[in-house]
């Protein structure tokens, strides 16, 4: 992405006044024409394109939509907010903001605004989990950056409050409990004086995710399997964070000797895969992710699973020896939610557990 920064540039000619912005191919800009007297009052204001074509506002503090072009008379600012949405290369050229005032003795004044159209635009794809935090990131140019998300074809700028949050220089949106409200387009973008331009684009879609939660001693270790659907990545890999988006790698298919304690094996002719976390401690409690990193540089990875584990102190007698075999394979659901899974704690050997089961079932059968 060629870096964008967002030029106001004013001249001032007789009664006209020049401006000159940048917006991104495919995203949004904003300008504003000010009010040439603050304490004239105007009949009709006008925007003229740069195809001469000219549009004129009817409506009062409300946005009027023109195709592509929105107009807002904010009359307690005393000025003209003008939207250019979806900019495309003929988006580029001169605007002239027309005040035509009420008293004949104030003569009529123009605004121009230069707008520039460049390819400055990223655009991402973001997966979010149901009730899971999730966080928004952009690295803009310098300048005052804002998000936003799209209501009603305006981008609602986003009010800051507890489960958002706003750091630099990496702009960075923080939701902690994720909803079916929040999908939608969010916008980052800078702000100079009287204009304001996006220049990242990010899809968020919500999807439910299977979720198990575990509580083992102290010792012990956990194993859990669970299937896949046909087309993921081929490597997989399992974090730990409350934050898919931002969880701490621990092992991946691709290393599976990263870890010692940590381990994750793939049979990819069942895409099924087989998480172990050995001789677990209390430190070891949290949210445990496993997904599939993403091969394109615009879209999220995708995860396919959530273990909450809160580990206990260590059992009186000692760990138990739970067996637990995962069930023979019937293809995944065409359905991407659609995940099974076994849990296993295993401490020494699960060979005296099956023995007893397999007595069992052998004496019911014969009486």
Known sequence: MKPIALLVLSVVTGYKVSSRVKGCRGGWLEFICQ??????RYDRI???????????????????????VWLYHNTSARALRVALRQLQSDSSGEYECKFHPRSKRTEE???????????????????????????????????????CKDKESICKEIVLNGTHTNTHPNLQLSIS?????????????????LSRASITRTQLQVEDVTTVTESPAAGQTLTYWLSY?????????????ADPSSCQPLVSTAQPKQSSRFTISDKKEQRNLTVTLRQVAPDDSGTYWCGAQSTDARRSDRFLHRLQLTVGP??????????????APTGPSESDGDFWSALIIVATVCVPVTVIVFVLLYKRKIT
């Open 35 to 40: 009010y040439p007297s603050p304490q004239a």
């Open 46 to 68: 006008d925007l003229q394109l740069p195809n001469h074509l000219k549009i004129s506002i009817s409506q009062k503090d409300a946005w009027e939509p023109n195709g592509s």
């Open 109 to 147: 004044n123009e605004r121009e605004v230069e707008v520039e159209v460049a390819d400055c635009l990223t655009t991402f794809e973001q997966t979010a989990y149901r009730s899971a935090p999730t966080t928004i990131t952009c690295s803009p140019p310098e300048g005052r950056k804002f998000f």
């Open 177 to 193: 409990d994720v909803s079916s409200s929040d999908a939608g387009v969010y916008w980052c973008g800078l702000e100079s004086g």
């Open 229 to 241: 659907p046909d087309g993921l990545p081929i490597k997989k890999f399992l974090c730990k964070g």
């Open 314 to 327: 260590p059992a009186p007698t000692g760990p138990s020896v739970i067996c637990s075999e995962p069930p």
